[in-house]
């Protein structure tokens, strides 16, 4: 059983809506992540909080907003989407981020996101 | 620069049969090497991990993968699959001194009865 929980499982949006996907976990983790996948291709990372900062961007647009409240909480507000921006959106977190660390990353169940 | 090959883009077998996934990795530095599945309509799951050590690793369900440095492998082998082993199965590497995880594109496992 995955200890990452995303909310909601399935959401359908329009071009125009505004909506949030939300992620927790209670590993006690300092890293948290979005990533964005395709049918059978591997996940994008999108973007890295650590301690609740945020330190990855990959250049991710702007009509993508993360939102990291506290350590355990995760969102990731959406608004004027694309239909090609229709994909499984994880949640992951990891005990840490840096470097020269093999952190296992755990991932959550996904939410899967249409565009319409 | 990291990069992570996996060399085969779909394994069919049949069921109770041995598979052997394939991996192979460049990396100027040392490494760290995971294995992940993820079953249908589902999030990934680590599969097995090597950090450093016995270059033999031991994973969940029965898989196990070996650390090959000279031929920069680390292929993913299971003695036996069952047809719940059907999934995508993703390589990725951790280069020390690199923040984020590399991934393979993936091998979409097919177990037939």
């Known amino acids: 059983d995955t200890e990452v929980t995303q909310t909601p499982k399935h959401l359908v949006m329009g071009m125009t809506n505004k909506k949030s996907l939300k992620c927790e976990q209670h590993m006690g983790h300092r890293a948290m992540y979005w990533y964005k996948q395709k049918a059978k291709k591997p996940p994008e990372l999108m973007f890295v909080?650590?301690?609740?900062?945020?330190?990855i961007n990959e250049s991710v647009p702007s009509r993508f907003s993360p939102e990291c409240p506290n350590s355990s909480l995760l969102n990731l507000h959406l608004h004027a989407l694309q239909p090609e921006d229709s994909a499984l959106y994880l949640c992951?977190?990891?005990?840490?981020?840096?470097?020269?660390?093999?952190?296992?990353?755990?991932f959550g169940e996904g939410s899967w996101l249409t565009v319409v | 620069a990291q990069s992570v090959t996996q060399l085969d883009s779909q394994v069919p077998v049949f069921e109770e049969a041995p598979v052997e996934l394939r991996c192979n990795y460049s990396s100027s530095v040392s490494v760290y090497l995971f294995w992940y599945v993820q079953y249908p309509n589902q999030g990934l799951q680590l599969l097995l991990k090597?950090?450093?050590?016995s270059t033999l690793v031991k994973g969940i369900n029965g898989f196990e993968a070996e650390f090959n440095k000279s031929q920069t492998s680390f292929h993913l082998r299971k003695p036996s699959v069952h047809i719940s082993d059907t999934a995508e199965y993703f390589c990725a590497v951790k280069a020390g001194n690199n923040r984020k995880l590399i991934w393979g594109l993936g091998t979409s496992l097919a177990v037939n009865p």
């Open positions: 909080y650590s301690y609740e900062k945020l330190s």
């Open positions: 090597y950090l450093s050590g």
């Open positions: 992951a977190s990891s005990q840490g981020q840096g470097a020269y660390s093999g952190n296992t990353i755990y």
